[in-house]
């Protein structure tokens, strides 16, 4: 698959799509052909039996806990949802599917409940 900075390059066991897997560009609609075509290729190593079962070894070493270690404020499923609840709120006020929240420090205030 296509990767950042134009070269073509693959590591199993990862799926992307989006600007991860094709560098920034685009718009929309290409996330979702771009996104269908990750979902096909991941159903495809699952037929074949390619993926990897999850190794509780490594259970509290992986992405999350280096993130939290270097102060990064992570937003989890919860505070998505308030986000998604007040971004689509925001939208039905002026008509639309939904307001997106641009400004990272607002966005992670609502993620907290403030």
């Not at 390059?9 to 897997?21: E, T």
């Not at 070894?57 to 280096?66: A, D, E, V």
């Not at 998505?80 to 639309?96: N, T």
Request: positive net charge.
């Amino acid at each position: 698959s296509a990767g950042m900075g134009g070269g073509a390059w693959f590591v199993p066991g990862v799926y992307v799509c989006g600007w991860l897997k094709r560098g920034p560009k685009g718009i929309i609609g290409d996330n979702l052909v771009c996104a269908t075509e990750t979902v096909v290729s991941l159903v495809q190593d699952d037929e074949k039996g390619k993926l990897r079962r999850p190794d509780y070894r490594f259970r509290n070493k992986g992405i999350l806990p280096s993130l939290l270690s270097k102060g990064v404020e992570v937003v989890d499923v919860e505070g998505w949802h308030k986000i998604d609840l007040l971004e689509r709120q925001r939208g039905a006020a002026v008509g639309k599917p939904r307001e997106k929240i641009v400004a990272k420090r607002e966005m992670l205030q609502v993620a907290r409940g403030e």
